[in-house]
Structure formats: structure tokens, C-alpha cells
């Protein structure tokens, strides 16, 4: 962490301090079905942060009390593993984890077509491995994923980032350091790109009135770009088996074949 | 229709505008359609419609399934058919009396709105065994007007009976050859040309006699 006194450029000639662009986001991969007993799950490597998610339901809710007979409820479980950051975290859930997994329950539910299921739970298990700040948006991009490879019926997939501000820069997808800048405000966003509707928005800091008009419009391109992610990592699970050969890769594997015949 | 013309589609992907015929797995919203599942749209057809690739079964009217015995009550038993809530047999549709893990095939006679089925027509297996399959993957099973399943049944000898929930019984034969080809099933159930490679998989590993 930087101290008071000494100041830091977090954007020199429009390079971070992680060597990235103002508007980039850091490396990110998602690998679909990696648990073999779960309905869905998926794996998610989004700079350090490293998250597994599994899936299981719509199953009955049980005990009998919980459940609602107009649909179907979306248990997010975020926990993060004991060795997930530098300190040994506690593995008993803290306040964090509880509001993390909340907020999140909420924005899936909005995204799930609950009331085909009256009376069940929707399990989502997230456990967070390694972690360095925007560990809740990559556990939601990750369990929207699963989600669709659950096969449960969605409104749209829900794509999630940070964004924020640190030594006076808007800038997206922070990581921990950015985070930690002295003016550092920490934007979670969640949307659902179809309808750019936002269903997770949460804000430590402040900022002014056009400040957030900037970190609004960054978030929303920086949940597009993940949305393509997760788009290739669904549609790879099957693609990789030679499965889907839609009208264009037919015409491509065509022309490839006349070419070498030439 | 042409096999070449099926994409893959993810949940709230836009799969034709204006008036269409609705199939499975699709919702409206301003007048657009789009699929609520991943799964595979056949384009140029008439009705929009998405095969979904995975999916619980829900159950309908009229479907076949099999299932096994989980309890007894005072008038009917529940039992288990792979659904998200458990079903019921009234006592009154079977003539003897049921013992927990008996497995049996079911006609499914009414399904409320909670997705609870009342089961009729049913007819009690003995021995055998049970195997699953996702519940999707039953149309492929059994394929064109049975031509999977009648392949199935020539190559392994076994007597099956597919229940639309996505369990089969079989007993006799090469259960284990049949148990190999369910998997082959579930695995490539998105190709196409699945009944020809099913039945080169089924001779090249026949025990022979």
C-alpha cells in the first residue's frame, strides 16, 4: 500500500500501474462443466483471481418453510478459501461474505426465470481460491455461466466488473493496488448486455456527479466485453467437440478446401 | 431440413424477429423472440424453438417414465421419478401393494401447478437394472420412429424400457455394452449421423459368442 505522504501516478502515459490500459481489462479466461457430479459449473481466471462455481437445481427447498410457492429461490453461496489472500482468512462466513452473497442472490434472481419453479432452490456455490480485488464480479460472471450450463432457464447471461477511481483516474477493473490508493472508489457493476438493465451496483467512496456519469459508462463497456467471455466459453464446450457447424464455418471449411486444392 | 442449418444459442440470444410459432425453450419481449437456454436453433424452420443441450424434466401429461418407490402413505405412495418434487401413486390405481425400492413404469395421468405428478398405468419391474440419462437426451435415445433404440435392443440382447424423465430400465443381455453406448449417447448426443456411429460402436465391441 502506498503511503500518505508519497504520491503514486496510477495512469502514466495512459498506462497503468500493472502496465494496462485505462479502459482494459485484466486477462480473463472461463473454462464450462469442470465439476463432473454438479449440474453446472464453471472456472474463472480473471487476472489473479482464480474462482470455481457449481450448480445444483432447481431441487426442493428444504425446510419446507423456506420456500415460496410463486418460484424458485437463488441461493448464492460466496465463500472465499482460507488461503485465497495473503493472510490465512477465517473460513467461518464473515459480514462480508454474507452481503456478498446476498447482493448477489438478487442479481441472478432477476436474471433466472424463477417462477417456472415454484417452491425450490437454485444452489449456486462460489468458492473464491485466489483472489485480488473484483473477486465478487468474477464470481457472478463465473455463476451466471453455470448457470446457463445448469440449462436453467435465463432472461439473459449477467456479465459483472469493477470500476472505479484511484490517484484521480477513472479507470476499469481494478486491481488490489489500484484499490488501495488513498482517493481509491470501488465501482461493483452488474448487467444483464441485452437490456443493459443494471442488477448489481454497489459504491465505496466518492465521487462527483460527472465522475460517476464516466465510471456508469466504462462499467457497462467493461460488462460487454466480459459478456463476449463468457459467450466463447459456453458455446467452446460444444464447438470443441466438433459439434456446431453453423451456415458461416461451413462456408469457411469450404472455402479452406478449394484453396488447397488449388 | 437441413442438419448444417442448427446454431447454438445462449441464454438471451435473439433468434427471430417479428411473428413466429413458439416452441420450447424460447420467451417474447417487445415483440422479438429469444432463447432462454443454451442450446441449438434450427433456422429456417417455422416454429422458433430451442432444443436445450441440459435440463431438469418437468413433467407433462401423458408422458412415460420410470421410477422407484420411495415411501408409502395411508392412500397412495410417493415416489421418485427424477422430477424436481416427488409424485404420487394413488393406491387405487395399482392392484397389489408396493415396497419401497420397487421400480416400476408410470403413465403420468395430471401434473399440478407445482409440477407434482399423479402417476397411473402402473406396471412394477422385477430385477434388472437402472441407468440415466440427461432428460433432453431422450428424443436421441430412442431416435427417428424408434431406430435407435430398436438398434440398442438388437446389438445388446437387453429388454429396455426409456422413460421420458430420463431413466431406463434394462435387464438381460449385454447390460454393460448397453451402459458403454449410453454414455457414447450422452456424450455426442449434439452430432449429427449418431444412430450409424452408435451401431459401428455396438458391433466393434459385441462380445461375440
Known amino acids: ?262 | 431440413m437441413n442438419l448444417s442449418e442448427k446454431k447454438l444459442v445462449i441464454p438471451g440470444e435473439l433468434i427471430a424477429e417479428g411473428r413466429m410459432k413458439l416452441g420450447s425453450h424460447v420467451f417474447v419481449e417487445n415483440g422479438k423472440i429469444y432463447s432462454d437456454a443454451l442450446g441449438l436453433f434450427y433456422e429456417n424452420n417455422e416454429i422458433a424453438s430451442v432444443v436445450a443441450l441440459k435440463g431438469r424434466y418437468i413433467p407433462r401429461r401423458g408422458d412415460l417414465i420410470v421410477g422407484i418407490v420411495n415411501s408409502e402413505k395411508f392412500s397412495g405412495y410417493t415416489v421418485d421419478v427424477n422430477t424436481i418434487n416427488t409424485s404420487y401413486i394413488s393406491k387405487d390405481a395399482v392392484r397389489d401393494r408396493l415396497q419401497r425400492g420397487v421400480v416400476f413404469s408410470a403413465k403420468i395421468n395430471e401434473v399440478d401447478e407445482l409440477g407434482e405428478a399423479r402417476l397411473d398405468d402402473v406396471r412394477v419391474f422385477y430385477g434388472g437394472e437402472i441407468f440415466s440419462i440427461t432428460p433432453v437426451k431422450v428424443p436421441r435415445l430412442i431416435g427417428k420412429s424408434g431406430s435407435m433404440l430398436n438398434q440398442l435392443k438388437d446389438e445388446t440382447g437387453c429388454n429396455i424400457m426409456v422413460g421420458r424423465n430420463g431413466w431406463i430400465w434394462a435387464k438381460g443381455g449385454d447390460t454393460k455394452l448397453f451402459a458403454k453406448a449410453l454414455n457414447l449417447i450422452e456424450e455426442e448426443s449434439h452430432k449429427s449421423n449418431l444412430t450409424n456411429k452408435v451401431g459401428e460402436f455396438l458391433k466393434k465391441n459385441k462380445v461375440k459368442k
Open chain 1, 1 to 262: 500500500m502506498a503511503k500518505k505522504d508519497e504520491k503514486i501516478d496510477y495512469v502514466k502515459n495512459g498506462k497503468r500501474v500493472d502496465g494496462r490500459k485505462v479502459e482494459e481489462l485484466r486477462p480473463l479466461t472461463i473454462e464450462v462443466g469442470v465439476i463432473d457430479n454438479a449440474d453446472g459449473s464453471a472456472y474463472l481466471e480473471w487476472g489473479q483471481n482464480k474462482v470455481i462455481v457449481a450448480v445444483y437445481g432447481p431441487r426442493e427447498l428444504l425446510p419446507k418453510h423456506k420456500q415460496d410457492p410463486r418460484k424458485a429461490i437463488v441461493n448464492f453461496q460466496y465463500r472465499m478459501a482460507t488461503f485465497s489472500v495473503p493472510d490465512r482468512k477465517n473460513p467461518r462466513p464473515a459480514r462480508r461474505e454474507i452481503e456478498i452473497s446476498k447482493v448477489c442472490s438478487e442479481a441472478l434472481q432477476r436474471a433466472v426465470f424463477a417462477e417456472r419453479f415454484p417452491n425450490t432452490v437454485i444452489d449456486v456455490f462460489v468458492q473464491i481460491l485466489d483472489s485480488n480485488a473484483g473477486s465478487r464480479a468474477a464470481g457472478l460472471s463465473a455463476a451466471s455461466v453455470a448457470l446457463a450450463d445448469a440449462g436453467i432457464p435465463m432472461r439473459d447471461l449477467v456479465a459483472s466488473t469493477g470500476v472505479g477511481k484511484a490517484g484521480g483516474e477513472i479507470i476499469l477493473d481494478l486491481n488490489k493496488f489500484e484499490e488501495d490508493a488513498p482517493d481509491a472508489v470501488d465501482i461493483p457493476i452488474a448487467i444483464m448486455p441485452r437490456t443493459e438493465e443494471i442488477v448489481l451496483l454497489q459504491m465505496d467512496g466518492l465521487l462527483t456527479t460527472k465522475e460517476w456519469k464516466k465510471c456508469l459508462e466504462l462499467g457497462v463497456k467493461g460488462c460487454k466485453q466480459v459478456y463476449e467471455v463468457q459467450r466463447a466459453a459456453l458455446q467452446k464446450k460444444y464447438d470443441a467437440a466438433g459439434a456446431v457447424k453453423g451456415k458461416e464455418k461451413k462456408k469457411e471449411e469450404k472455402a479452406a478446401k478449394k484453396e488447397k486444392v488449388k
